[in-house]
């Protein structure tokens, strides 16, 4: 038998290195097809860490992002809602040193006040331009505390110094305003705050907004508070904690009338993938029928030499089924360790392997 097989296989090289190559080509495809939805199941997996999902309010037509009035219940439901992660939001405000008649505001009005959550919600300000400690830094943002972080130039132009108590005049901005044309109104008195800490100028940098004065948000709403006014933000961003939940954190939002947008192109990836998997294993199991029928066909002259000398038709069917099972499994090990390379799930190697090599069987059988 193992003579006869021998043989045949050498008489035959060119066909056989067909069926080979046909074994070959069917187990990169097949592994392809397979490392493709394996792929995408992985980014899915680790969207959170590899895709985080940014996310900034805006106005309805998107092209607004600073400026805005995002009402006090969105800010509330954002920072306790389970799906959010690094929460940003600010309020700019102006002010001025004292009090003074409402008449002489333009004079008087000079400074810059904004109230922040964190750092990084102020433009391009980061933990290393205070003058204080990063912990302290924390703190200080998530305090609702009567202090304020000075910008040196300021500090230096006043002659104010670390400890110092000032005394406010705020201004807010009207959400009832026109577009591009502005107006501030008065809180209606004084907010008296501690200098804590000093922070670099943002003068230059590409993305930061003048701030001369620093409050902790909770501070701000506070001051809001006490004098009858809705808090609200004019900038606020914030990332998905679990993009996998994403349509639980667009319903959950869209119960406190946010409205958000959002993408699901790996999740359809993967069902397109998934869908057109009958079609692929119906390709492969057609194309090693229609090869090994072919081979067998071919082979008949031959078959019937075996049967005159005498060999049964069981067992010369034995001795072509095991000719065919060899040229398969050299193809599909050949294809089978260069894919490996790529690093696939040996059950997925298995798998394809076995599929090709049943699919070549069968039309050997039938031959």
Request: with cysteine; net charge negative; proline share 2%.
């Amino acid at each position: 038998m193992f003579y006869y097989l021998s043989y045949s296989v050498k008489r035959r090289k060119i066909g056989n290195l067909v069926t080979m190559g046909i074994s070959f080509m069917l187990v990169v495809l097949l592994h392809l097809y397979f490392g493709s939805i394996r792929s995408y199941q992985d980014q899915l997996r680790d969207l959170a860490e590899n895709v985080p999902i940014y996310c900034q309010v805006s106005n309805l037509s998107g092209t607004l992002v600073n400026g805005l009035f995002t009402p006090k219940r969105i800010v509330d439901a954002l920072e306790q809602s389970d799906q959010v992660k690094d929460l940003s939001y600010m309020v700019v405000m102006m002010a001025g040193e004292g009090d003074f008649k409402e008449a002489e505001y333009s004079k008087y009005l000079q400074l810059y006040v904004v109230s922040a959550n964190n750092a990084k919600a102020v433009g391009e300000l980061t933990d290393d331009m205070f003058s204080m400690a990063p912990e302290l830094v924390e703190d200080f943002f998530a305090s609702d505390r009567m202090e304020c972080i000075v910008n040196e130039k300021v500090l230096t132009k006043r002659g104010w110094e670390i400890g110092d108590r000032i005394c406010l005049k705020c201004y807010y901005y009207d959400a009832s305003s026109a577009f591009h044309k502005v107006e501030i109104h008065p809180m209606g008195g004084l907010a008296e705050v501690e200098i804590v800490a000093t922070m670099a100028d943002l003068a230059g940098k590409t993305n930061a907004i003048r701030t001369d004065v620093v409050l902790p948000a909770r501070t701000a709403q506070n001051i809001f508070k006490r004098f009858d006014l809705p808090f609200f933000a004019d900038t606020v961003f914030f990332h998905v904690k679990d993009p996998l939940n994403l349509g639980d954190f667009k319903e959950e939002m869209q119960e406190s009338g946010f409205f958000i947008t959002s993408a699901t192109d790996l999740r359809r990836a993967i069902e397109l993938m998934q869908s057109f998997f009958p079609v692929v294993c119906i390709l492969v199991l057609l194309i090693g029928y229609v090869v090994s029928y072919l081979s067998g066909n071919s082979r008949k002259d031959e078959f019937a030499l075996l049967r005159l000398q005498g060999l049964k038709k069981g067992r010369a069917s034995v001795l072509f089924l095991s000719e065919q099972m060899l040229l398969v499994l050299a193809g599909s090990l050949v294809g089978g360790l260069v894919m490996l390379l790529t690093e696939p799930a040996f059950s997925t190697a298995a798998a394809v392997n076995g599929v090709i090599l049943i699919a070549y069987l069968i039309g050997a059988a039938q031959g």
